[in-house]
């Protein structure tokens, strides 16, 4: 089980993953294409104008690794993006200078096979400096209010990264802002269910307990001091957020606050989807992509 963010290089280095990248002609995306083209992480189709494409390459210093594909405007980056991916021909889709609601309702059009039937969860891993293991976090960015299925869906979703990462069977707090169910707090009850439904082994191959606040879900002296038990309170390694605002300012928090290491994907649909933002900094874009090809690599076997 890895337990740094750099560690997502070496596990992703050699695989040649292809990315397609919807909207290539963007100075910011093109520098981490050509730090992962570096560290031989993948190898990219960049869809987009092709002369402002290879002029930008030429600018940032990209050798090799690419094929460049001319689209006249971005409806056409996106749906010769989303085909390369639906047909094989790419392993995992890239957000690029197109806008995120343009790609995901292409994403998910019937006619491109893309589509399981699960609910699609933007989940982030952690780099927290003092914290003595990586945290998986889902969700800062897709869904808004998320339901109890949703939210069995995200952890779902959540154990396939931390698979990926080398954990089998992660612990996993459903987080509320408080750990004792209340009928006012429609995350605590939801919680409890899912916590039951684990039990049950209506979700297998992870520990789930919830709800707990997220002082007792990661720290074992606030979960002994407010006397609760279990295996995943004070070790959670994987945090089910409530709901989007919760993911959200969590994840900022972290990074801007804490200045913690992230790397991100969209997970649950049939490909991962690499989707950061542009205040994101080039280490967390380089291990953004690394962790969307040893996802990719997990679902080729």
């Known amino acids: 089980m890895i337990s740094k963010l750099t560690d997502l290089l070496a596990l992703a280095r050699g695989s040649k993953t292809r990315i397609a990248v919807a909207g290539g002609a963007d100075e910011i995306v093109l520098r981490a294409v050509r730090d992962a083209v570096s560290a031989d992480v993948a190898e990219f189709i960049l869809y987009g104008d092709s002369e402002t494409t290879r002029k930008l390459i030429d600018e940032v210093g990209i050798d090799t690794g690419y094929e460049v594909v001319h689209c006249?405007?971005?409806?056409?980056?996106?749906?010769?993006?989303?085909?390369?991916?639906a047909q094989g021909s790419a392993s995992l889709l890239m957000k690029g200078s197109v806008k995120t609601g343009d790609l995901m309702g292409i994403f998910l059009e019937e006619q491109y096979g893309l589509r399981t039937g699960y609910t699609m969860?933007?989940?982030?891993?952690?780099?927290?400096?003092?914290?003595?293991?990586?945290?998986?976090?889902?969700?800062?960015?897709?869904?808004?209010?998320?339901?109890?299925?949703?939210?069995?869906?995200?952890?779902?979703?959540?154990?396939?990264?931390?698979?990926?990462?080398?954990?089998?069977?992660?612990?996993?707090?459903?987080?509320?802002?408080?750990?004792?169910?209340?009928?006012?707090?429609?995350?605590?009850?939801?919680?409890?269910?899912?916590?039951?439904?684990?039990?049950?082994?209506?979700?297998?191959?992870?520990v789930v307990d919830g709800p707990l606040a997220l002082d007792n879900a990661v720290s074992e002296d606030a979960a002994r001091r407010k006397g609760i038990n279990g295996p995943v309170a004070g070790k959670a390694d994987v945090l089910i957020m409530p709901d989007i605002e919760a993911g959200n300012v969590f994840y900022k928090a972290m990074v801007f606050l804490a200045q913690a290491g992230v790397a991100s994907t969209i997970v649950g649909g049939k490909v991962p989807i690499i989707l950061t933002s542009r205040a994101d900094s080039e280490e967390t874009r380089l291990h953004s992509i690394s962790l969307g090809a040893i996802l990719a690599k997990e679902n080729s076997k």
């Open 121 to 206: 969860n933007l989940v982030s891993v952690f780099e927290i400096a003092g914290f003595d293991r990586l945290l998986v976090v889902s969700d800062a960015g897709m869904v808004p209010a998320p339901t109890l299925e949703q939210k069995v869906h995200s952890i779902l979703n959540s154990m396939k990264v931390s698979r990926a990462l080398g954990n089998e069977t992660p612990r996993v707090a459903v987080i509320g802002a408080v750990e004792t169910v209340s009928m006012k707090m429609q995350a605590t009850t939801d919680a409890a269910i899912i916590s039951k439904m684990a039990e049950r082994k209506q979700i297998r191959g992870a």
């Open 72 to 85: 006249r405007d971005n409806e056409q980056c996106v749906r010769s993006a989303v085909s390369s991916v």
